[in-house]
């Protein structure tokens, strides 16, 4: 006789283990998936995939997933009614511009108050709690502690993209409340984006079937992104926690794990985005690249432009740009000319753009002081590279340098990877004064002779090093070749069949033999999951 009560306990159990990362996602969630939406009619297919995401929300959030719903029923309504303002002939083109701009207001504030309340209201409650202090105010703050739903950070942004298309005219108001409800729970990007436009998931409705193509270039781009993850990020998670919990460092113990943290975020972070960006590729949906190559680029400015994409794309073109040419800035812009000449007023209009992009970049990030110094520091080093930058330019000139030159390309890159590794250090710390003081050490204390010593007792062994160091030897042969402009794929694709079989199958067995997992290895979470 079947015992109810036990496959339920064991069927929550499994649900808890369900990410791109286990083996419950690739043997029950992505081939059950497959199968049904195969089977279901074409028209019929897109309920597969709503089902497919709610479930997946479901196993990670629990109830929480009727905040995603009631966000896409809110979503799918004021993207009817900011249509409708647009189309109001009672009204003069001024008005309806005016009655538009009032509901996509009304809207995004409400969807950001929705962010605060899931993701920041504790952290608004202590830090008022700290301030009445100073003025001898008594204020108390009970701690909400209340649970976030997955996902909300990208879902948020991409409800903003969608409603602002509308508003600006670029893309109609979606009829289907389904496919909204879909848009904005595809289980593939839910967890750690990339943040989609609307238009980037018309391919989503369209309930095309399930090509042997698209599986060859999904399950190979899910393995990619396994094995950035589980063969190098993974490794590296025992020592980057035991360097940024422990209480005794010297400098180059905290430039190490600085070091060990920026690799193990690059690989964690885009070795998901390749599982996420395989995954949707299986239903015939092509999500946007979020990295191109960052550490290739030849400074900060560029590395945010090849680093997280999608984001940085967001705040450009709903932040900077909307700043940037805002009435009161290109006013005051002038006043600058007029009054203080070209040269001053080139640097404002950059600053004024700059700040805000950048402290939402941290601000988005979470409810913690360290990731809001975080995007200032970003702020303060591409803002003076903009103002720097044709000073340098003559600078490389008069000592006739060329900017393709090996010196000045040796120079770029390695400022960029401080910069980098620094931020990182800061991003990575629980707080903001230990990162200070991690940084302190790095200018004070910076000898190498604790971690030469104690280099095997920070949560990697030699068999861990040996995996992590072939694993970047790896990666970093695949991003060269990608600079270069070389097609690998298509060179592996090229190979007789039974040379593809044999690679593809070292691979899996690669990933599988030296993955951190098993004893030592607790899972390890999607970094970029949190946020």
């Known amino acids: 006789m079947l015992d109810i009560q036990y496959i339920i306990e064991s ?22 998936t497959m199968l049904i939406y195969q089977l279901f009619p074409r028209k019929n297919r897109r309920f597969v995939l709503l089902a497919a995401g709610w479930f997946f929300f479901f196993s990670l959030s629990g109830i929480l997933l009727f905040a995603n719903i009631l966000s896409s029923v809110f979503v799918w309504i004021t993207g009817q009614k900011l249509e409708e303002a647009g189309n109001d002939k009672s009204l003069g083109r001024k008005e309806r511009q005016k009655k538009k701009k009032r509901v996509l207001l009304i809207s ?3 969807l950001i108050l929705v962010l605060i309340l899931f993701k920041y209201l504790d952290f608004i409650g202590l830090n008022l709690v700290r301030l009445t202090q100073l003025f001898g105010i008594p204020f108390h703050w009970k701690l909400l502690k209340l649970a976030v739903p997955v996902g909300i950070s990208y879902y948020t ?31 593939p990007k839910l967890v750690e984006g990339p943040v989609t436009r609307f238009d980037e998931g018309y391919a989503l409705f369209s309930g095309e079937g399930i090509k042997e193509e698209n599986v060859a270039y999904g399950y190979q781009r899910i393995l990619w992104g396994l094995f950035k993850k589980l063969c190098i990020a993974d490794h590296l998670s025992p020592a980057v926690s035991q360097i940024f919990e422990g209480e005794y460092m ?63 794309r967001f705040f450009r073109e709903y932040i900077f740009y909307p700043v940037a040419l805002a009435r009161p800035v290109t006013r005051f812009t002038k006043k600058v000319k007029d009054t203080l000449g070209k040269n001053v007023s080139k640097l404002v209009t950059p600053a004024i753009a700059l700040f805000p992009v950048w402290l939402a970049n941290g601000v988005w990030h979470g409810a913690r002081w360290s990731y809001i110094f975080y995007g200032m520091y970003y702020f303060v080093i ?20 060329r900017e393709r030159s090996v010196p000045v390309r040796v120079f770029r890159y390695l400022k960029l990877l401080i910069i980098v590794v620094i931020g990182e250090m800061f991003f990575r710390a629980e707080t903001l004064s230990k990162g200070i003081d991690m940084f302190k050490l790095i200018l004070t204390d910076l000898r190498f002779d604790m971690v030469v010593d104690h280099i095997q007792d920070i949560g990697i062994d030699r ?69």
């Open 382 to 401: 591409v803002y003076l590279e903009t103002v720097l930058e044709e000073p340098v330019q003559k600078l490389l000139e008069r000592i006739h340098l």
């Open 250 to 312: 010297d400098g180059g113990v905290a430039l190490f794990g600085a070091f060990l943290f920026t690799v193990q975020e690059y690989m964690d972070f885009s070795g998901s985005i390749d599982v996420a960006i395989g995954s949707a590729g299986i239903f015939g949906v092509s999500l946007p690249e979020n990295f191109r190559q960052p550490f290739f680029a030849k400074n900060a400015s560029d590395f945010w432009r090849r680093w997280h994409i999608t984001l940085g």
């Open 463 to 531: 068999y861990g090093y040996i995996v992590i160091i072939a694993g970047i030897l790896i990666v970093s042969f695949v991003e060269i070749m990608k600079e270069a402009g070389l097609p690998i794929r298509a060179g592996i694709e090229s190979l007789p069949l039974p040379c593809r079989f044999v690679f593809w199958y070292a691979c899996i067995f690669f990933v599988i033999l030296f993955g951190a997992y098993g004893t030592g290895y607790d899972s390890v979470d999607l970094l970029y999951a949190q946020f």
């Open 157 to 187: 942004l991409e409800s903003i993209s969608y409603l602002t298309e509308i508003y600006r005219g670029n893309t109609e108001a979606e009829k289907s409340l389904v496919n909204v409800c879909l848009f904005m729970s595809f289980f």
């Open 108 to 110: 995004v504030l409400v």
């Open 11 to 32: 069927l929550s159990e499994w649900w808890k283990q369900l990410s791109y990362t286990t083996w419950m996602y690739f043997a029950l969630l992505l081939p059950v």
